[in-house]
């Protein structure tokens, strides 16, 4: 079936320095890719995503990636603040179900003051 | 305004028992979707309503589950009867029809099976 395959399952820097995690997907049909954010407690909050129209987008300290060919797309924080800890899911939709989101299982990124 | 609420935030209940979640969506959304986070594993799909009608419920793991949205507006999802490995996080989801593609998640109901 459809998936998202997500790594790494847990991620620590240094802070400042930058952080990546990296996802791929099995539906070539996917055109909708999230980034949802999840603090300790907290709901999942949309930080970024990009449609298979275009391969980056960028938005302040945080931007995503995209290659349809060999279907991965990726997260890129630069400049990580204690701030950015958190949980990181990624996900892939397509048009057949109105937004259903297919998941990966997370990062948790920690970020070493 | 008022983000997706769900209720309650955490059930502990023994196996065989039955538990109700409730969300409530953003007003106006018509689509709202139920997900399940097990420990560790990804958020899982479970089904999707348009208004009152089920759309999509392909991720429903078995009958015994059973989701309602009435009127349009809430949703509840019933366990029954709960097995262990139920336990987990389930969230909602809601989106207004002209989907943008973002879904505004509630802080989810957590569930715990003894």
């Known amino acids: 079936g459809e998936n998202v395959e997500q790594h790494p399952s847990t991620l620590s820097v240094q802070e400042g320095d930058s952080a990546v995690i990296k996802c791929t997907y099995s539906d070539s049909a996917s055109n909708y890719f999230p980034w949802y954010k999840q603090e300790l407690g907290k709901r999942p909050q949309l930080i970024i995503d990009?449609?298979?129209?275009?391969g980056e987008k960028k938005d302040q300290r945080i931007a995503v990636t995209l290659n349809k060919t060999a279907k991965h797309f990726s997260l890129h924080i630069t400049e990580t603040q204690p701030e950015d800890s958190a949980v990181y899911f990624c996900?892939?939709?397509?048009?057949?179900?109105?937004?259903?989101?297919?998941f990966g299982t997370g990062t948790r990124l920690k970020v070493l003051a | 305004e008022a983000g997706v609420t769900q209720f309650p935030s955490h059930s502990v209940i023994e196996k065989g028992q039955t538990v109700t979640l409730r969300c409530d969506p953003i007003s106006g959304h018509d689509n709202l979707y139920w997900y399940r986070r097990v420990m560790g594993k990804e958020i899982k799909f479970l089904l999707h309503f348009v208004k009152e009608s089920k759309q999509d419920e392909s991720g429903m793991p078995n009958n015994r589950f059973l989701a309602e949205r009435t009127g349009g507006t809430y949703s509840t999802l019933k366990v029954q009867p709960a097995e262990l490995e139920d336990s987990g996080v389930y969230f909602c989801?809601?989106?207004?029809?002209?989907?943008?593609?973002?879904?505004?998640f509630g802080e989810g109901s957590r569930l715990t099976v003894l």
């Open positions: 989801a809601s989106s207004p029809v002209a989907a943008t593609g973002e879904l505004f």
């Open positions: 996900a892939a939709s397509s048009p057949k179900g109105t937004y259903k989101y297919i």
């Open positions: 990009i449609r298979s129209n275009v």
